[in-house]
């Protein structure tokens, strides 16, 4: 079964500062993984993806993740928070291989974001 | 606009009364998919479809039922409510094949009372 793991409930940063949500996952085969975030009473927006290529990932609003296979995790990050990133973060894992898993999509539980300025 | 269109964004409702959260997307995707999410359970998935008239089940599919007739359109059916169903459920729709990122629609919070 694949599963993916954000261990920190809420992560807490100043305006300014760097941040880094981690994420780490399992699965049978090779892997897809997303970032997605969530803002109150919104529904989920796609941040970044890895799919292949370059392990560092560039996407929306200045974040960027880095895929380790080694250690199977896909921490997103920032150089430089902004107030208006608190959110709520998703990572979510895809297995690409040929298992019952393939093509699902399964999300961690979230990791709350707080930028204080 | 690109957008995955649901409603009601906000119901309450009593147990066993037949309730239907409609979906609707714009982009012409084929894979659509429902999910419930809970507080400390993150996103589960509840039924997805890969295209018209092919559903299965996801995660977490007791209490209700889907339906593909069109490809636009996947409403969640909850034929008899209970109040363990009360959550905050999310419709996404993408593209066919691997690669492609989930678009979510805004969310319908649903209270059975």
């Known amino acids: 079964a694949q599963s993916v793991a954000q261990p920190e409930d809420q992560v807490n940063v100043a305006e300014g500062n760097p941040l880094t949500v981690k994420c780490t996952y399992s699965v049978s085969g090779n892997p897809y993984l997303f970032w997605y975030v969530q803002y109150p009473n919104r529904g989920l927006q796609f941040l970044l993806k890895y799919i292949t290529g370059d392990n560092l990932v560039k996407g929306s609003y200045g974040f960027e993740a880095e895929f380790n296979k080694s250690q199977t995790s896909f921490h997103l990050k920032k150089p430089s928070a902004l107030v208006s990133d608190s959110a709520l973060y998703f990572c979510?894992?895809?297995?690409?291989?040929?298992?019952?898993?393939?093509?699902?999509?399964?999300f961690g539980d979230g990791t709350t974001l707080t930028v204080k300025p | 606009e690109a957008q995955v269109t649901q409603n009601p964004r906000y119901l309450i409702t009593v147990t066993g009364k037949k309730l239907t959260v409609t979906c609707s997307q714009n982009?012409?995707?084929?894979?659509m998919s429902w999910y419930r999410q809970d507080p400390g359970l993150g996103l589960r998935q509840i039924y997805y479809s890969m295209n018209v008239e092919v559903t299965d089940k996801g995660d977490v599919p007791e209490g209700y039922k889907v339906s593909r007739k069109e490809k636009r359109n996947f409403p969640l059916i909850l034929e008899s409510p209970s109040p363990n169903q009360t959550s905050l459920y999310f419709c996404?729709?993408?593209?066919?094949?691997?690669?492609?990122?989930?678009?979510f629609g805004e969310g319908s919070r649903l209270t059975v009372l």
């Open positions: 982009m012409n995707h084929e894979y």
């Open positions: 979510a894992v895809r297995d690409i291989g040929f298992g019952t898993n393939a093509g699902k999509s399964t």
């Open positions: 996404a729709s993408k593209t066919q094949g691997l690669a492609g990122e989930l678009f």
